[in-house]
């Protein structure tokens, strides 16, 4: 058994919260480099130009890439021989994301009730997804998710008779529909199987997953290359201004399902795709 | 083709602007996003005055992230327009001539600009970075109450945009994608 005090958890959820929303992880730098090479319309390019200085600003000056830092989702994955101390895992996680969206001047987006609508101030509650691993270590995943893409993102609960091809067709509209608003080029992280909030979850995790890695699953690793090209010839390209690159990466993510049904979560993210890992 | 115009905008170069143009605007333009055109609208109902005179003038959709000390503002983008698409129509006809935003908007504020001779920018969405040094002041004019969602009046420099929607009901989120599509 290993012991590990909770404020350890606040404070690196704190410097995370800040790092995710100045810094981008180097594979989605690779991607922007790639995508300004590729991308034919001169509007794009000069979008995608836009982005790249933003990014070197943002990281230069520490003006967050985007001013909408999002509602932090927080990933802690514990292994079962830890015993926490100090007081409430939860509470720490948001004590947290308070001290690093409040300290690292990041816009407070959340409210406290979805329909009453009264700003936290604070930018708490995060969103939080615990799992139990084996070992005695606790990996911390933090992607602050803005909401101009969370609002496009699809559930088709499909029928098994749709198969693959109504699994490809659910995530084209999903993205044809998203469009200019998703931001894009954007990073669409899919869930196929489980049930309806496990897809979700499933859609959500795949986009914490670095955008140069394909899936380990052989049909899955062909629908991800296969998608990536087709969306990338509906011709939304960068800010929905017209081009080649709508997306970055397809990154999906399986699990089993009952007999009667094919859940499919399509997550959009925009091309802000967020998130700090660290392993504590 | 890359113009420059002031803020607030004049009817005759509104009418210049074509979807597609890329566009530097210089001037005063004013922040707003979900609560406050709610509060806008209440207040319009209620016959109140709003806080900012719309006629001639541009607002910008974007709550922005909180200013460090020294700076005017923190990261500044523009974010979804479609969310304001209830309340744009009544705004237009009102005699506001410009919004920045992002993404699509319905065919009735469409219609609406057309009607009123206005005309719809898009930012680029997630360079809220870049766009911050574009803007020399800002100042909170009402709704201080809403933080990220206040209403600012804002002095902008060069702000970069490209012309979506133009007086003439075009529409570039159309156009272009049709030019790159290979369905």
Redesign the interface.
């Known amino acids: 058994m290993r012991i590990v005090e909770v404020a350890k958890i606040t404070e690196n959820i704190k410097e995370m919260c800040i790092e995710a929303n100045h810094f981008l992880s180097r594979d989605m730098e690779e991607c922007f480099q790639r995508a300004v090479e590729k991308e ?2 001169p ?1 794009g390019r ?2 995608l130009g ?2 790249q ?3 070197e ?2 990281g230069r ?9 999002g509602m932090a989702v927080v990933f802690l994955e514990v292994g079962q021989d830890v015993h926490f101390e100090g007081g409430s895992v939860e509470d720490a996680v948001n004590e947290g994301v308070r001290q690093g969206y409040t300290e690292g ?5 959340v409210v406290k009730d979805p329909l009453i ?1 009264e ?1 936290t ?1 604070d930018n708490t509650p995060a969103v939080i997804h615990y799992s139990l691993v084996p070992g005695d270590e606790v990996k911390i995943t933090v992607a602050p998710k ?1 909401f ?1 893409s969370e ?1 496009m993102s699809r559930i088709f609960m499909l029928k098994p008779a749709d198969g693959i091809e109504g699994v490809k067709e659910a995530i084209l509209t999903a993205v044809r529909e998203a ?3 998703a ?1 894009p080029p954007m990073v669409v992280g899919v869930g196929i199987g489980g049930t309806f909030e496990k897809c979700a979850f499933l859609a959500k995790k795949a986009l914490t997953r670095d955008v140069g890695v394909r899936s380990e699953i052989p049909y899955v690793k062909e629908m991800e290359e296969e998608l990536l090209e087709k969306i990338n ?5 960068p ?6 690159i709508t997306a970055m990466a397809v990154n999906i993510n399986t699990y089993p399902t009952h007999i009667a049904g094919l859940p499919v979560a399509v997550n959009i993210c ?3 795709n967020r998130h700090a890992v660290r392993t504590i | 083709m890359d113009k420059h115009i002031t803020a607030p905008l004049k009817e005759d170069e509104i009418k210049d602007l074509r979807a ?1 143009d ?1 566009v530097f605007i210089t001037g005063t333009i004013y922040t707003a996003r979900d ?1 406050a055109h709610k509060r806008m609208k209440e207040a319009l109902d209620a016959g109140e005055s709003l806080p900012f005179d719309v006629k001639g003038n541009v607002i910008y959709y ?7 000390e020294g ?1 005017p503002i ?4 523009p ?2 327009a ?1 969310r304001m698409d209830r309340y744009a129509p009544e705004l237009l006809d009102l005699g506001l001539k410009g919004m920045i935003g ?3 908007r319905t065919q009735e504020v469409r219609d609406a600009i057309v009607r009123n001779g206005a005309v719809y920018f ?1 930012a ?10 574009r803007i020399k002041s800002a100042e909170v004019i009402a709704y201080d109450d ?3 969602e206040a209403v600012r009046k804002l002095e902008v420099e060069d702000f ?1 945009v ?1 012309v ?1 929607m133009d007086s003439q009901g075009n529409n ?2 159309e ?9």
């Open positions: 034919e319309s509007l000069q979008v836009q982005l200085e933003n990014l600003i943002a000056d520490m003006i967050p890439i985007c001013q909408d830092t001047f990041l816009r407070k987006s609508r700003n101030r803005g101009g609002n469009g200019p608003n931001c010839r509906l011709g939304i390209g800010g929905g201004l017209g081009g080649r925009c091309h802000v | 597609g890329y609560a974007m709550g922005p992230s909180p200013a460090r700076r923190g990261s500044a983008g974010t979804t479609s992002k993404g699509k898009a680029v969405g997630g360079a809220g970075a870049l766009l911050s040094q809403l933080g990220a970069p490209i979506v570039l989120y156009t272009a994608v049709l030019e790159y599509r290979q369905e």
